[in-house]
């Protein structure tokens, strides 16, 4: 355009450069006007998709949120996000996973930012999502939390743990919901963590919800499964993971 413009100029009267630049600018406007409701209406579209797919099956998969801790989070710092074991189960089952999971949350505990106690994600779903599953893991960072607080263990993980299993069924009446025990690094668990579990399974039954029990026994006693906190899985010890979980939802078809 610059070069047409330039060629037709008068090059012996100035003038004539003054109305060719003015001429050069209202056809960049024109374009600029007539390219932006495309623009917005295509970005419209594509925000309008992109909630349709949260709120629906993603192209006829099922939808399923893991909510847990740093074990389904993933804590080692090489470890991929298909390595963590959500993704490799989802994949196994053809799911499409959403990870919801925060690294030092709980039943209890709020993890690092205050606000992600499991019933705090799991309401932070609805609406924008609509599980098929929704998998509930962990409760040992709520030890340290109510050990501090010298609260009663099987009331306050009792009261948590039916809270949300509660809102979930509110929120979800008819989505399958399965939950797991608290895991336990690789040594034995102290006498809190039986209370945690047996608070869990009465809730668990209350709610309808399926309980994978004793997954802190998968790991146990096995350090090559672990980072070197000895606390936290690493790629071994969450593909094991997987292989479990996967054996017990076949074996409990819902």
Known sequence: LAWVL??????????????M???AVLVVLSLVFILMPQKQSEAWQQSEASKKATTTKVENIPLVAFIGDAICAGS???????ERWPQIVSSQNKWFAYNACVGGSGYINPGPDGKSTYKQVA???FPKFNP???????????VATVSA??????????AAACDLYASIRKNYPKVKLIVMTPFYGVSQAPPVVGVQESAIKECAAKYNAKVIPSVRKWLQDQPELFITDQTHPNGKGHALIAKKFLAWFKANKF
């Open 21 to 23: 630049a003015l001429v």
């Open 76 to 82: 080692a710092d090489d470890l991929k996000v298909d």
């Open 123 to 125: 309401d932070g779903l």
């Open 149 to 158: 607080t010298g609260a009663d263990m099987a009331t306050e993980m009792s």
């Open 132 to 142: 098929a599953f929704i998998v509930i893991e962990g409760g040992q960072n709520d």
């Open 6 to 19: 330039i060629s037709l100029m008068d090059k012996k009267e100035p003038r004539s450069y003054i109305f």
